[in-house]
């Protein structure tokens, strides 16, 4: 069964779509792209159909993976179309959680770092503010965050 899974920061612009897609580049390099599909929001309407940042992609560039996408804003539908929802950090968690007033999805939605295997960040710090660094650091905590998920998924 093929598994939704929904990845959301704040602008959609850095973090959620860079989880996005190193989420993707793992499930094909794994062959379960029949299994999962992967999308991705920011609580915020800023950004609406902006690329990823050009310094994230940059950051991306430079390990040999190519970010695509376009953003958009997390929708009260998204909590019933996804089956798994993944927070960047608290703010954006709480926001998602907003849109939920009866508490009908709250089993669906996650903090990404929960995922971590070798970071113990709680939060995926936002880089939009600060230098490369930043941009390489949300990166590296984000493979390992997802390869974290992708081992929490049954492999049958």
Not at 6 to 11: D, I, N, P, S
Not at 95 to 120: R, S
Not at 121 to 138: C, L, M, S, T
Request: charged content about 25%; overall charge negative; aromatic content about 10%.
């Amino acid at each position: 069964m093929t598994k939704k899974l929904l990845f959301v920061c704040l602008g959609n612009i850095c973090r959620s779509p860079a989880a996005e897609n190193i989420m993707n580049h793992l499930v094909e390099k794994q062959g379960l792209g029949d299994r999962f599909i992967c999308d991705s929001a920011g609580t915020g309407g800023w950004h609406v159909g902006a690329p990823p940042d050009r310094r994230m992609r940059a950051a991306a560039k430079e390990r040999g993976l190519d970010f695509v996408g376009s953003a958009r804003q997390f929708q009260a539908m998204d909590l019933r179309e996804f089956d798994l929802i993944l927070a960047m950090d608290k703010d954006n968690y709480c926001n998602i959680l907003a849109l939920d007033p009866q508490g009908k999805f709250t089993d669906k939605v996650k903090m990404m770092c929960d995922y971590c295997e070798t970071y113990t960040d709680k939060e995926v710090p936002d880089p939009y503010y600060g230098g490369a660094d930043g941009f390489n650091y949300v990166i590296d905590l984000l493979f390992d965050a997802c390869g974290g998920l992708l081992k929490s998924f049954p492999k049958n």
